[in-house]
Each structure stands twice: as structure tokens, then as C-alpha cells.
């Protein structure tokens, strides 16, 4: 472990569990993406390692969620159900009830505070838990695939050793668990660039939302529209993310990588390839800070164990020569049959509909620019 500078955190026994057949989200997704770097060789060696997950005590899950909620948890992922998990989200189509659901969301959370742990105390300069990323998750109600808030879990484990903490989400869905658990203080800051609540679950995640009380200006949404393509998706974030980096200097940042970012993804409306996530990360990179990285969202799981590979070579700057052009299919094929590496070709928005776009997401990010930038001397 003392060599380790990258840590992919996995291991068998996460690979027992799945959510219900019918259910879009796949927990096979991590296990694809460890496939995809082992043929490629740029899994495990050298100075990059793969790290088990640790599974969260109930102490631990505490941190954030209440103890009542905790208990229904338990008692559903049992087989005992009544009418009353439905208020608290469990049952629904989105977060079903299944056998070893808790065992699986405290091991997949455990994972991202397993990170934490190895930036913490193992000088490990990135971990990446493909297997986190439920930023849907509140205190006490389920949402959108999502039992247990690792992401929260994560940041807080952090703060809790006194470090200085950044969470940017690049998921299409707007992270409202997380900015629900930090949105009256500063101890993260958070930032989520996503598809608008205008065409999207969860319905919101406004510009104007930027937190209450000393949280004030700590909370940032970037909602874009529907069709948003690479180049757009760059535009925006490079007028708002370095900027709040470079004025915050966490002094780790929590990295959400959701690759339903990905214009075949079926759940959302962008039009982007994984192109945008990888170009971006060294952008995040510069800061010098360690990642801890999780996975989010992604439903076509082929294409989105794809984008999590190529982002792992990024972030561990290892990534292949032949993916420095642009990739031959993927992502723009709408299949996972590739002959030019992980990268996939662009795809580029013209006519009306770009310059709509352009103009409803310059104005967003006007808005910040205005209202919070000012607030951290920008």
C-alpha cells in the first residue's frame, strides 16, 4: 500500500449483488469497468492498486442518515414491507425492495469512505469507487436508485479529519441529497452541473438555489438543457468550475463521474460523448488536490463502464496513445463495439437548436457569475 497512488476500490464480493432484473440501474457496471482496464492494462500495477470496500457500520451510516430510517432499511432488506416504506421512498419503481439491499448500499457507501480513508491516512492521491455515486439519498428517504448517500458519507468523513472539501457532480441528475446536507453551512462546498429540472428527475436543482445561512454561496447549480453536446458542456464548465477551484483551494474534491452524461444514455437528454468528461478532469486535476473519485449514474452500462475506464487512465495519467484521438464508435454507434480505443467520436449540435441552447445556458452561468462569484472575491 505504501507505493499505491491510485486506488480502484472493488472486489468479488461486491459483485454478488443486483438490483431487480427489471430495475435500470446495473451493479455490474463496476465489474465491466474493471474488465475494460485489465484487457487494456491499465488496471492494477505500478503505483495503481485495487483496494476492497469496507462495508459501513451502522455508527457510520449515522453520520448522515437518521436511526429510524436506518432500521427500515434493515427490516425491508429482510422481506418485512408495509405501506408506510412508501413515504419514506422504498417500494417504488426507482428504489425497489430487495434481498441484501442493505448489506449492498453499506458496502457500495462503505467504498467511498474507504477512499476517504486511504487519501486520509494512505497518501493515496485518487480513489475511485465506481460502485458510489447515490447522491439522491436524504437523511431519512430513499430516491432515484439510491439508499445510502456515500457521497455525503465521503465528504463528511473528511471533514471530519479537517480537511477542506469541494463535491462537484457531473452526473445529468442534480445531486439534492447531497446539497440537502450541506445547504445551510460550509463546511463542502458543492457544485452540480446537470441536465435542468425542466426535462429531468429530480425536478430541480436551479441556479438560484446557492445555499442558505453560512452556506450561502457554497452551493452551486449548473442546470443545462436538454441536447447540451461537448462543446457547450465545456464552455460552461470551464467559465465556472476552474474559477470556484482556484478561489476555494480544497483541499480534497470529492469527484461524482456519472456517465448518463452520454448522449445514448436512456434516462437522459444530453448529447455527449465521453470525450467532455476526459478532456475535463485535468482541468480538475491542476489543482493538485486528491480526488476521490465515485460513479453515478449511467444506463446503458456497457458505454458507461467505457467513459468510467477512460476516465480512470485520465485521472491516473496513463491514458493509452491511441485514445489521444478521436474513438471510431462507442458511445456515437449507440453499441459498446469500438475500434479506436475508449474514446468515442464526437458529436457535434448545429442549427436552432444550438444556439438555444447556448443562450439558455450562457444565462445560467451569468447568473452565477453575479450572484456567487462575488462571494468568494471573483
Keep these: 500500500m505504501a507505493s499505491t497512488r491510485f486506488a480502484f476500490i472493488h472486489s468479488s464480493e461486491i459483485e454478488k449483488y443486483h438490483y431487480p432484473e427489471s430495475c435500470p440501474f ?3 457496471r463496476a465489474g465491466l469497468t474493471k474488465e475494460i482496464l485489465v484487457k487494456d492494462g491499465c488496471y492494477a500495477g505500478g503505483n495503481r492498486a485495487e483496494v476492497a470496500p469496507q462495508r459501513l457500520s451502522d455508527e457510520q451510516i449515522a453520520w448522515f442518515h437518521t436511526p429510524d430510517y436506518i432500521e427500515r432499511l434493515k427490516r425491508v432488506s429482510a422481506g418485512d414491507i408495509d405501506a408506510s416504506d412508501l413515504f419514506a421512498g422504498l417500494g417504488t419503481p426507482d428504489t425497489p425492495v430487495f434481498g441484501g439491499l442493505y448489506s449492498y ?3 457500495a457507501a462503505g467504498g467511498t469512505v474507504t477512499g476517504a480513508r486511504l487519501i486520509l491516512d494512505k ?3 485518487m480513489a475511485f469507487n465506481p460502485s458510489g455515486g447515490y447522491h439522491h439519498a436524504f437523511a431519512d428517504k430513499a430516491g432515484g436508485f439510491c439508499y445510502v448517500n456515500d457521497v455525503v458519507l465521503g465528504c463528511m468523513a473528511l ?3 479537517g480537511k477542506k472539501v469541494l463535491c462537484l457532480d457531473l452526473d445529468v441528475h442534480h445531486g439534492n ?3 440537502a446536507a450541506f445547504y445551510g453551512d460550509r463546511c463542502v462546498f458543492t457544485v452540480s452541473l446537470h441536465e435542468s429540472g425542466k426535462t429531468l428527475f429530480p425536478w430541480g436543482g436551479w441556479e438560484d438555489e446557492i445555499g442558505e445561512g453560512d452556506g450561502r454561496g457554497f452551493n ?5 438543457p436538454a441536447g447540451t453536446d461537448d462543446a457547450l458542456y465545456c464552455r460552461v464548465f470551464n467559465e465556472i468550475v476552474p474559477p470556484l477551484l482556484s478561489a476555494y483551494r480544497p483541499d480534497v474534491i470529492v469527484l461524482e463521474l456519472g456517465m448518463d452524461v452520454l448522449s445514448t444514455d436512456p434516462l437522459a437528454h444530453f448529447r455527449m460523448t465521453n470525450n467532455a468528461v476526459a478532456d475535463l478532469l485535468p482541468l480538475v486535476m491542476r489543482q493538485g488536490a486528491p480526488i476521490l473519485g465515485v460513479g453515478g449514474g449511467g444506463y446503458n452500462p456497457q458505454n458507461a463502464a467505457r467513459g468510467w475506464a477512460l476516465a480512470w487512465t485520465v485521472l491516473c495519467g496513463i491514458e493509452p496513445e491511441s485514445d489521444m484521438s478521436i474513438g471510431m ?3 456515437f454507434l449507440g453499441n459498446a463495439e469500438w475500434n479506436a480505443g475508449l474514446r468515442d467520436m464526437k458529436i457535434y449540435v448545429t442549427g436552432e437548436d ?5 443562450k439558455e445556458a450562457m444565462a445560467v452561468v451569468e447568473y452565477i457569475k453575479k450572484t456567487v462569484f462575488p462571494i468568494h472575491r471573483i
Excluded at 444550438?354 to 447556448?358: A, C, R, V, W
Design 329 to 331: 464508435g462507442g458511445d
Design 105 to 107: 448500499a453499506a458496502l
Design 26 to 28: 446495473k451493479t455490474e
Design 354 to 358: 444550438k444556439e438555444k441552447n447556448e
Design 123 to 125: 497518501g493515496v492521491h
Design 159 to 161: 471533514v471530519k479529519a
Design 177 to 179: 441529497g447531497t446539497q
Design 220 to 224: 452551486v447549480n449548473v442546470p443545462l
